[in-house]
Structure formats: C-alpha cells, structure tokens
C-alpha cells in the first residue's frame, strides 16, 4: 500500500482524513494538490530525483532554502515555495510511489503531496545560503523599484533575507533602518558596484552617504522569472544543434539557453543525471523537434549534415580536457583524484582526446550549414551579450529582465564540488606541443572561413 509519510499518528490531513504511514519525516501533510504548470504556486526551487526521491529529501532543501511548502510530484520532482496551490484534488489521486521510498506517495500525475516545512526551516543553517553581493548606488525611487519593503530599528541582513525570502524575492536590500525586496531589473542590474567603505556604517547612521548608497544580498530564494521551461507547442522547422566536445560546457550552456527561452534543449544521448537536474529534454527522442536545440558531440559528415544549423562552442583544450578527465572520473560535479592524474589512463588520454578536440571543430566548420561559433570563455565574461547572441540565432527574443534571471541564476547546479587542486599543472610539455599544434590549425581553419580566431590565452602554454 502506498502511503504519505508523517512523523505521528495522531496528524491529520486537512481534510480530516488520516495521513497513513510512519517515517522520520518532520513536515506536516497537507494534502493532494492539483498542480497548473501555467499557475505554479510551488515554483521557488525545483528539482527531480529519477532514482532517489523520497520526502524527506524535499523536505529537507525546500527548509535550507527558507521555503515553507514542500509539493512532490510524478514519484520524482520537488517543488518549494510559500503558497498553498489553489486547488486541492481527491487523496487517492496522489498515487504516484516516491523512486527512493518503496510505499510512499509523492504526488501524481498533474497532482503534488504537499507538506507544511515551516518548522524544520529553524533547524536549517539560514545564514549560510544568504550571499553578500555588493555594495551599490539606491536607485532614485526605492519604492518604485523594489515591490515589498519593511523599516525595521535595528535590522539585520538575517531579518532583511529572512522577511524577503518569504515574499519569494531573490534579493534583499539595506539601506539603513530599510529592508527591500526585489530582483535585479533595468533600473537595478548589479552591474557597477560601488566601493564597501560607502555602506560601511550603515547601520549606525540614519543614511549611507546621505542614503544614496546600499548593501545588496542573495536570499535563498530563487529568482523564478526565468525558471519555467517547457517543450515546443509545434515541431520546430529548423533542427538546430548545440555542438561541443566533451567537457567544453556543454551542459551550462543548456541551461542558460533554456533559462533565457523558457524551451528545454534536447540530447543526442540519455544521461539520467542531467534529467535529474531538471533537463527533461534528456528523455525526449533527440530528433522529436520539440526542443529549442539538441546537444551533440559528435562530429563527422553525416552526423553533421542532419542538422540545419549549429550552435558551436568551444573551450581552451586544455580546460576541456581536463573538465572531460573530472567527469569520466568523478562525474559532472566531482574531481577526478591524485591516482587518477598520475596513472597511466591520463596521458592515454590527453593522446585521444586531443585530436578529437581539433577534429570536432574542423568537422562542424567543414561540413555545418549555417554556424553561430560561441567560445566558452567570452561567454562567461559577457554573459549577456553573448546570451542574446545565442537566443537570436534561435530565432527568440526575450525581455530584459528574463536575461537579468538568467545572469541571477548563471551557475545554476554546475559547479563542481570538492577541493580544487590550486596551480594543478598535469601537462607534460611533451602534451603541451601536440595541443598547442592543434590550437594553431584551429585557429587558422576559424580565421579561414571568417570567423574569430581563437582567444588569445588558448596560445600557446
């Protein structure tokens, strides 16, 4: 028997029937909600598990984000935020078995099991996900730019974070006795930061330099403006790929495309851990045309020519190799060990890998219909611009303040985790001549076909 799991046998469903099952969970269960993609309430932090979800797993980061609802879905995916959904449904129509907890229910199909983790939110190390971004100059009207506000005696940034988390506001702003909360928009972008010492003492003096100036932090909350995805209402005309070798940053630019867009990417291949990270493409048939763009490493005319356009990125060699290495070893957020390094496997595979770095370039320049090339390092340094870029070539256009999201939200789940190995150098200068060989015939076959040679830190180490 399936059964939603609660922490006594005394709770109760609001409906009065009793929330059958017992577990470890703390939070209290609320009941089956009908879930409107359209109208999301829970839309504050989401992600899916295809293996591992269970309720107390959602539970637990719906309360370290400071969120007060936790709704799961389909068996696999957990939604945070601080509305109850509107509609509630029959409880047998949350029937779906959570995939890492035989006998429990998280939610259905269209409908959510919904937990009230308010309480747990205490025991959560809210400080921790509060992220200090700068001190900037007020804008004229705070009140016109930012949609709540509170004037507190003696605030603090937790007080600040924790009143704008609340109202679902990614940012929260100090300007004295002053909390507001908001997003970064035209009007406050975050771009031109001003020195510290100008909010220093902020909180002793009735105004920062007479108030023109104020402290900026991350709340734990989601800037959700850019997080709705789905798939394409009508097959898309023109097929295009997002093109890369392994390693290159494939993956993070999927998520900036589908954060800027609102479509999901697709894949040439199935990998159940991206799908788990909120890339639902991943399960699509790579040629169904229902996404915005399909990625691919591969290279070769055929695979090449099915494509009407490509979107090619490119990364250093040396920072892909070693990204594609991290990965084969530790997966997409790990890092590959000491023994890994040092073993015969790495220079076997710098050997391969290297030219088919320079190959799946030269590839896609010889055969590819229509190319927009990106390089991964100009991306990260004009994030924006480079974005709109992409997106045209897309044929979308998109608003402002969906691209300021996205610069809200750049480094989405991509970050690998663990110690770096600082001034890490595993390239032997017998590897270092044979990439920096295929640096050059890379950057000639660009400049040959008009476009940007490579950027001038890829030559040569």
């Avoid at 734990?220 to 898309?236: A, G, I």
């Avoid at 867009?261 to 894949?267: H, I």
């Avoid at 070769?300 to 991290?326: H, Q, V």
């Avoid at 295929?438 to 400049?447: F, K, P, Q, W």
Wanted: proline fraction near 4%; glycine fraction near 8%; include cysteine.
């Amino acid at each position: 028997m399936l059964c939603h799991r609660r922490e006594s046998s005394r709770q109760q469903s609001p409906a009065g029937t009793m929330a059958p099952g017992w577990s470890q969970t703390l939070g209290t269960y609320m009941g089956c909600f009908s879930d409107d993609s359209r109208e999301r309430t829970l839309k504050g932090a989401v992600f899916y598990d295809l293996r591992k979800m269970t309720v107390s797993h959602c539970q637990e980061a719906c309360a370290e984000r400071a969120y007060t609802y936790a709704g799961l879905a389909y068996g696999a995916e957990c939604y945070c935020g601080n509305k109850l959904p509107a509609t509630a449904s029959k409880p047998e129509e949350c029937n779906s078995e959570c995939k890492g907890e035989k006998g429990s229910v998280c939610g259905g199909v269209n409908r959510l099991s919904v937990y009230r983790v308010e309480e747990l939110r205490a025991g959560a190390r809210r400080r921790r996900n509060v992220i200090y971004r700068g001190c900037f100059r007020a804008p004229e009207n705070l009140t016109d730019t930012f949609p709540a506000s509170l004037i507190q005696p003696n605030l603090t940034v937790e007080m600040c974070s924790e009143f704008c988390s609340k109202k679902e506001f990614p940012l929260a702003v100090i300007r004295g006795r002053e909390c507001y909360c908001g997003y970064p928009t035209g009007h406050f972008s975050l771009r031109d930061g001003a020195d510290r010492l100008l909010c220093s003492g902020m909180h002793n003096t009735s105004s920062a330099a007479e108030g023109k100036y104020c402290l900026v932090y991350q709340t734990p909350v989601q800037d959700t403006r850019c997080t709705d995805r789905k798939f394409l209402t009508t097959k898309s005309k023109v097929f295009v790929a997002l093109s890369s070798f392994p390693g290159a940053g494939n993956t993070w630019a999927r998520h900036l495309i589908e954060h800027a867009t609102g479509y999901y990417t697709g894949s040439y291949y199935f990998d159940g851990a991206l799908y788990n990270k909120g890339f639902k493409g991943e399960k699509d048939h790579w040629r169904s045309r229902r996404t915005i763009c399909v990625k691919t490493h591969e290279s070769g005319k055929t695979e090449i020519e099915m494509f009407d356009s490509a979107i090619l990125l490119i990364r250093n060699p040396y920072k892909s190799l070693m990204a594609e290495f991290n990965r084969k070893y530790a997966g997409h957020l790990g890092y590959a060990t000491d023994r890994n390094w040092k073993s015969k496997e790495w220079p076997d595979f710098v050997n391969s890998y290297a030219s088919w770095w320079a190959s799946h370039v030269l590839d896609w320049l010889k055969y590819g219909k229509r190319l927009l090339v990106v390089h991964y390092e100009d991306l990260k340094q004009n994030l924006i611009p480079k974005l709109k870029e992409m997106v045209e070539f897309l044929n979308m256009t998109v608003t402002e303040d969906r691209l300021l999201c996205v610069e809200n939200n750049r480094d989405g789940n991509f970050k690998r985790s663990g110690a770096k190995q600082k001034d890490f150098e595993p390239f032997t200068q017998e590897m270092k001549d044979l990439i920096n060989r295929y640096i050059l015939t890379v950057d000639e076959a660009l400049r040959g076909r008009n476009f940007t040679g490579l950027p001038r830190e890829y030559v040569p180490r």
